[in-house]
Structures are given as C-alpha cells and as structure tokens.
C-alpha cells in the first residue's frame, strides 16, 4: 500500500517515536495523543479495518491483544488503560490502516 500513512511508518520512511517493534507489529506514540500516554499498535501487513479481518489474522489479532497489557504495564499503566478500534468512516476511522489505540495515565473520564 504505497499511499498509506502507517505502511510508510512501518517501514520507517515517514519518522514516529516508536517504543516497540518485532516481526509483526509495530507501536508508536500517536501524533495528537488524548490522553497521557497514547500510543497506536499496528500490525506490519496492511489490513485497512478490523471489518476486513478474517480467520487468517487469529492469530495477529490474538498476538496484538496479549501485547496490550505489557505495553501498559510498560508505561506505567498498572491501575488501568482503554484500548480503541475505531472501524470505517462511522466509526471515526481516519487512517485505514488497522490501529489499536493504547490510551491511559491520568484516569480517563466515564465513556
Ligand atoms: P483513527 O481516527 O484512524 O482511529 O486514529 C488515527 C490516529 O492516528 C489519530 O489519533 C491521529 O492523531 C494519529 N495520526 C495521524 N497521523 C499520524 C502520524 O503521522 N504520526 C503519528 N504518530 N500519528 C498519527
Ligand atoms: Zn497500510
């Protein structure tokens, strides 16, 4: 995907403060953060929206899940944290490219 923004981030030719990276995923901190600590986890392979996942990324999304608590706890997150999809145009989604926000600090307020 050579237009989209976290692709391009991914394979590091647009430049992110980036705290975690392996083979599969990469998470840096989200340009305009909402919250104390805001960071984005996104899977290396394009996958424009959690609606286009199917059973081939069980095992990435599983993978993606099981990284969120480490990354809180990373980040000082121990009393707590909020994780967000937001998926398509109505559900607030600007950049199509699959992206967990990892969000806490200061407690968020009621939702
Ligand atoms: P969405 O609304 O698609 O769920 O969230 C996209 C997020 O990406 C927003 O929170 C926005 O601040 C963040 N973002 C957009 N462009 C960039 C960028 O170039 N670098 C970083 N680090 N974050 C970005
Ligand atoms: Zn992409």
Redo the contacts with the bound molecule.
């Keep these: 995907m050579s237009d989209c ?1 976290f692709c391009k ?1 991914a394979a590091g030719e ?1 430049p ?2 980036v705290v975690y990276e392996d083979e599969q995923v990469l998470v ?7 919250a104390e600590v ?1 960071l ?1 986890i996104i899977p290396r392979q394009h996958i424009a929206s959690l609606a286009d996942i199917a059973e081939e990324h069980d095992e990435l999304m599983a993978y993606m899940m099981r990284l969120l608590p480490r990354l809180a706890r990373e980040q000082g997150l121990e009393h707590g944290f909020r994780t ?3 998926t398509g145009r109505g559900g ?5 490219h699959l ?1 967990l ?1 990892l969000l806490g600090g200061s407690t968020l307020s009621g939702f």
Excluded: S, T, W, Y
């Design positions: 923004l981030i647009i992110a403060d840096f901190k989200d340009i305009n953060p909402k805001h984005l967000i999809i937001n607030g989604q600007e950049v199509f992206h926000h």
